[in-house]
């Protein structure tokens, strides 16, 4: 689509909406996000680049096919699963650490849930701009 | 795989590229494997023969019952013993027949893997594991039949094996399942200890025609017999190994290791005798119509398990004892008989019984093997094979109910096999010297040391029968009887009835060897009047299969968009409405809830929005309506405070408008006639299924809610998962193994309509 406004403010816009999804991805434990909502936002921050600069722009902007990104979110949340085994604990339990944590303040807490729903997030924008970028490129 | 010897005589580099040459020295390792375990059953043999059973369990799936637990005891190290010392025999002889092919060590792969999971199927002492290892060596036996795959009919055979003993497999499980619940555990020895349990529970019938079916298929009983001489397109020491010496008696070690939970019913006596009796004799009839060596002995092996099955219908300790007899009898020789066709083949490049002949002049050895090993197949003294052959005649005369079929049944087969064992063994070493393919010449030490072997073993036990009475025949057939037993074989029984049938079966056999070729004559006019043998009507069956399959493909696969969705929405509106009708759910709520203007507000969005959808005359227009009906519905869960929900509704609904109209824009304007019948009949579709859903929406809200889940999240989703947003919690902790599947069914669909796309062959410019 040629649309000087359009272009000109997806510059803008689509680093605002990744930079979005990653916070709603971060936040989700806590507060409404998290993989699924992140992965659809950052999905639809691309589109929005492949509307208005084409879709071997999109492409080229994300560097790895859509495809393997997907797979290897969805290799990332079955590492994260697998992560628990090693803890002897079961599969897909959440594994915690909490560096810098002192009394009530839980420090900087890190998991294998954040990694399972980046994983998740990876798989959404894989999955969702494989079909949609193909059918562009198809029609 | 590499092979470092290679490098050495890097003179001839481009062999090297094209074949590996696995050297002798490197074969020895792959019969390392089973001799090593060989010799570890053997210490077993002391503690087995003074009546212990040893136990080894592992937790698997304990929530289950299932359990990789195994059991050592007379039968199940009887079958370990033959699987691993035939193995070490089979791994050897095959280094030489094998080297240089170009796939020896996945050969060898695949042998390992076979012998492993037949080990896994005798020692089991759990069922799931049980038909674990069952599966699996189906999986590797399609895998050895299928090994020279360059050959369309080493292809059909592996998977018609494959098919056959898969689809007993499949009624297996179910006849195991039906026998753990029947049992209340899955433990075998606990089933077997179990008495009459089985035997009396009133789903005996059914389970004992499951295992039948089961044991039926894998040892190729009449009518499934037809896989057995086709997976005689596996090499030579596969036949052997496999269909021969061990994976088809899988089914005969299954009915002997059920024997004290299912035997002793006039069903169970009845089956196996007749469908023993029946094989045995048909197949040994078929024996004689072979003119290829290798097809003779395979419907020999079929012979030898009909009589198995026959025996093991009976609960005469004496018939077991025969059975367990015969079981280590024809492995010896069989496995041995195999081992020379494939040297006479490797020799002289042919196994027709018409171009052999006078060959023990060139293949000394081989003819001594060959000999030994057909005395004892026919059965003459002082070979084990006579053993067996006596304790089949005094076992099938203890068959209560009928002797005379039985025993009748049994001479017949053996006389049959007595001119087997004369064409195979004899008729290519002696006679007139013929012409063959290649110049016949003795065979690598390598090669006939495995059929030597085990021919002087038939000897050895022969002469002194106690080596293996005590130690393994008794127990054994305490463990096939359930009681303890005893069993004294001996090479002389004393003048009586089965010392005369023995010498009226060699009288018949001598008959049957010598009019053999009026015989065989006589079998092939028979086959060319019969309508079709069984392995025709398989092809039947499995073009019926494939058409059917085709069939009801064109009729619920139209691709017709349009239809599936009508076919779905029709199947909800009627389903549902039936069975709201029939249960007599349908409620209508007592209270109303309050409206006010937000929702009413949020009611006339959706509905206004549906309404354009159906009425507008623009593709856009219609999908951006259709976008506002899935807004609506994302503030419907913002109302009722969920927003996870909505966020993600709210961005589908944005993907789905980007989506749809990518697509539909190419298409062409809307036709929107009214007065059509298809749109009518759409409409009242609609309204159907909006009001079913509605209907079943409004009953559901009616019935107190159960909240105890819910609360339950709600408690722990801090204090044990760090996380204050309940759905996220849920989704990435407490229900991750969910999400999981569920992202995992994103990526497949991704990758299928990945394939769609790049399958129209326009769908990305170089």
């Known amino acids: 689509m040629n649309s000087l406004i359009l272009s000109a403010a997806t510059r803008i ?127 | 795989m590499g092979n470092p010897d290679h490098r050495d005589n890097a003179g001839d580099a481009k062999s090297v590229t094209t074949k590996v040459q696995p050297s002798i020295g490197v074969g020895w390792v792959s019969a390392l494997v089973p001799f090593a375990l060989a010799i570890l059953f053997v210490t077993f043999l002391p503690a087995i023969a003074s009546g212990e059973r040893l136990r080894f369990a592992y937790e698997w799936v304990p929530s289950l019952g299932i359990n990789l637990t195994f059991l050592i005891d007379g039968l199940s190290l009887t079958f370990a013993l033959l699987i691993t010392g035939i193995g070490a025999v089979v791994a050897l002889y095959s280094s030489v027949t094998l080297a240089g092919h170009l796939h020896y060590w996945r050969f060898v792969f ?157 069903l169970w006596l009845w089956t196996l005798t007749v469908f023993g009796a029946a094989t045995a004799v048909f197949a040994s009839i078929l024996a004689l119509r072979q003119t290829d060596l290798k097809l003779a002995l395979a419907y020999t092996t079929l012979m030898a398990l009909g009589t198995l099955t026959m025996f093991l219908g009976s609960g005469a300790t004496i018939a ?67 053993i067996g052959k006596e304790l089949k005649y005094e076992g099938a005369l203890a068959v209560a109910s009928e002797p005379l079929f039985v025993a009748s049944a049994a001479v017949l087969a053996n006389a049959l096999m007595v001119a087997v064992a004369g064409i195979v063994a004899l008729k290519p070493f002696y006679g007139h010297r013929l012409e063959t393919p290649k110049l016949p010449q003795e065979a690598p030490f390598l090669m006939w040391i495995g059929p030597i072997g085990l021919a002087v073993l038939g000897l050895v036990f022969g002469l002194m029968p106690g080596l293996i009475s005590g130690s393994l025949v008794q127990p054994a057939v305490t463990a096939i009887a359930g009681q303890p037993e005893t069993v004294k074989l001996a090479l002389w029984h004393g003048l009586n009835l089965p010392l005369l049938l023995s010498v009226l079966t060699f009288a018949l056999g001598i008959a049957f060897y010598l009019g053999h070729g009026k015989l065989r004559s006589f079998l092939v006019r028979v086959e060319e009047r019969l309508p079709a043998s069984a392995d025709e009507l398989w092809d ?12 009801q493909t064109r009729v619920l696969q139209g ?92 961005l589908v609904e944005t993907l789905v408008v980007i989506l749809v109209s990518v697509v539909m824009l190419r298409l062409p304007q809307l036709e929107r006639d009214p007065m059509k019948g298809g749109r ?50 849920i989704l990435v902790d407490f229900r991750a193994l969910d999400t999981f599947g569920e992202i995992a069914v994103v990526a497949v669909a991704a990758l299928g309509a990945f394939v769609l796309l790049k399958g129209t062959g326009k769908a990305k410019k170089p």
């Open chain 2, 540 to 551: 039947r069956f499995l073009d019926a299969l494939k058409g059917g399959a085709a069939w």
């Open chain 2, 559 to 650: 691709g017709i968009l349009r239809r599936y969705l009508f076919i779905v929405f029709a199947t909800l509106a009627v389903g549902g409405g039936v069975t709201l009708y029939v249960t007599g759910a349908a409620r209508w709520p007592s209270v109303w809830p309050d409206f006010t203007i937000k929702h009413l507000l949020v009611i006339g969005l959706i509905a206004g929005g549906a309404v354009m959808t159906v009425f507008s005359i623009s593709r856009l227009a219609a999908i951006c309506a259709l976008g506002v009906v899935g807004m609506g519905v994302a503030l419907i869960f913002v109302i009722f405070g969920a927003p996870d929900v909505a966020i993600t509704q709210l």
């Open chain 2, 680 to 729: 009518i009949l759409d409409a009242a579709l609609a309204l159907a299924v909006g009001a079913v859903v509605t209907v079943i929406l409004i009953s559901v809200l009616d019935t107190p809610l159960d909240r105890s889940i819910t609360a339950y999240f709600e408690d722990k989703s801090l204090p044990e998962a760090f996380g204050r947003n309940i759905v996220n919690v």
């Open chain 2, 320 to 386: 077991i004892a025969a059975a367990v007899t015969f079981l280590i009898v024809h492995s010896f020789y069989k496995a041995a008989l195999f081992l020379i066709v494939g040297i006479i083949d490797y020799g002289t490049g042919t196994r027709e019984t018409a171009q052999l002949g006078g060959l023990a002049r060139a293949m000394p050895v081989t003819a001594v093997a060959a000999a030994a090993a057909a005395l004892s197949m026919a059965g003459f003294p002082p070979f084990l094979g006579f």
């Open chain 2, 110 to 266: 695949y042998l390992l893997f076979f012998m492993f999971s037949m080990l896994g199927l005798v020692l089991a002492d759990n069922l799931i594991t049980l038909f674990v290892f069952w599966e699996l060596t189906s999986v590797s036996s399609y895998l050895l039949i299928g090994f020279n795959h360059s050959s369309a009919k080493a292809r059909r055979s592996a998977l018609q094996a494959l098919l056959v003993t898969g689809g007993g497999g499949l009624a297996l499980l179910a006849g195991f399942i039906l026998m753990g619940s029947a049992a209340g555990t899955f433990e075998l020895s606990e089933i077997i200890a179990s008495g009459d349990a089985i035997r009396d529970h009133a789903l005996y019938v059914p389970i004992f025609f499951l295992v039948l079916a089961g044991a039926f298929t894998k040892s190729a009983q009449v009518p499934f017999h037809f896989w057995l001489p086709n997976a005689m397109a596996a090499p030579t020491p596969v036949s052997a190994y496999l269909h021969s010496a061990t994976m088809v008696k899988a089914g005969i070690y299954l009915l002997a290791r059920m024997h004290p939970a299912l035997s002793g019913t006039d």
């Open chain 1, 13 to 139: 816009l689509v680093g605002l909406m990744l930079l979005f999804s990653v916070y709603m991805l971060i936040r989700g434990h806590n507060e409404p996000g998290g993989g699924f909502i992140g992965g659809l936002l950052a999905t639809i921050g691309i589109v929005l680049y492949a509307i208005s600069h084409g879709v071997a722009a999109a492409r080229e902007a994300l560097r790895l096919d859509p495809l393997s990104i997907a797979m290897g979110g969805l290799g990332m949340a079955l590492f994260a699963g697998i992560m628990a085994v090693f803890f002897n604990d079961a599969f897909f339990s959440g594994q915690w650490a909490f560096p810098f944590a002192e009394g009530d303040d839980k420090g900087f807490p890190i998991s294998t849930v954040l990694l399972f729903d980046i994983g998740v997030y990876l798989v959404v924008v894989g999955a969702v701009l494989s079909i949609v970028l193909g059918l562009e490129e198809e029609v």
